[in-house]
């Protein structure tokens, strides 16, 4: 099927590029499943179609709240890393260092988090009684009774002092650990309350099934399955078929080789986003 829908289907389409049925293509089966996986993980984590901007909400529990407030080294959630070092004169000293559990789990599927929003209010933006509803309230009884210039620089001012007094919280994320580390003042949370998260989460296939027939993804596992093809046939180097044939894994294999390292490129180049620094 030349625009295959499935994993199956998009397994067979690279087969037939690689020649199949008409050649033998000698790959094992778990070798191509285990290829797929590789190459829908590089899709994801790499191109800009492989991913979505979410955000999600998340509850807080009142377990997620002892974790964070856990203030002695036998309270629930408290880590103790412990380490021995020896000391030139004083011999054998050991070292404990304690971290909090302020974290929350995220799933498998976030890749990345830009950010949390604000979830805490103050009185220049929160509530009856802050300035931007007092302004609003009281300048803004009729639309022309104030310049559109005027409004937007008092409220770039307000901006600018909420920044200041209610910054934005830290975060600490690394997609092989799952855990979202936030450094707040638990204390302060209440059991019910909800965190919107600004996040990268990745495509799944079997749910978003055009990700079989994206372009770079089928050219990049035609090469991998070629690669392994290759890879094969090396140890048959030299070995004479009927006919006079000799198989040739070595030159498959530098072949495969050169085409992953030319997608590489493509993918950095057209696919990538590129880091922040080279933005603008």
């Not at 099927?1 to 050649?23: F, H, K, N, W």
């Not at 002892?66 to 000293?93: E, H, M, P, Q």
Request: glycine share 6%; with cysteine; charged share 25%.
């Amino acid at each position: 099927m030349a625009q295959p829908s499935t994993r199956q289907e998009l397994i067979d389409y690279c087969l037939r590029r690689l020649g199949a049925p008409v050649l033998e293509i000698n790959v094992d089966d778990d070798q191509i499943d285990d290829l797929v996986d590789d190459a829908i993980q590089y899709f994801n984590e790499r191109h800009f179609d492989g991913v979505e901007r979410m955000y999600l909400k998340y509850e807080i529990t009142q377990a997620d709240i002892d974790r964070g407030t856990a203030k002695n080294k036998t309270g629930v959630g408290i880590v103790t890393t412990t380490g021995t070092s020896n000391i030139t004169g004083y011999g054998s000293t050991t070292f404990k260092f304690y971290e909090s559990s302020n974290y929350i789990q995220v799933p498998d599927s976030v890749i990345g988090i830009e950010k949390i929003f604000k979830f805490d209010t103050s009185t220049i933006s929160g509530g009856m009684f802050s300035i931007k509803y007092q302004l609003f309230l009281n300048d803004l009884y009729y639309f022309n009774s104030v310049e559109l210039l005027q409004y937007s620089m008092v409220k770039s001012y307000l901006e600018d002092i909420d920044f200041l007094l209610t910054t934005d919280k830290q975060i600490r994320f690394n997609k092989r650990q799952n855990r979202l580390y936030l450094d707040i003042d638990w204390n302060q949370q209440k059991a019910g309350n909800f965190l919107i998260i600004d996040c990268h989460r990745a495509l799944d296939p079997s749910s978003f099934t055009k990700i079989y027939n994206d372009s770079f993804l089928k050219k990049y596992l035609t090469s991998l399955i070629k690669r392994q093809w290759g890879q094969n046939l090396i140890k048959f180097r030299g070995v004479k078929l009927p006919g006079g044939i000799e198989l040739n894994g070595r030159e498959i294999y530098e072949d495969a080789e050169r085409e992953l390292t030319q997608l590489k490129e493509t993918m950095m180049l057209e696919h990538e986003l590129p880091p922040l620094d080279f933005i603008g």
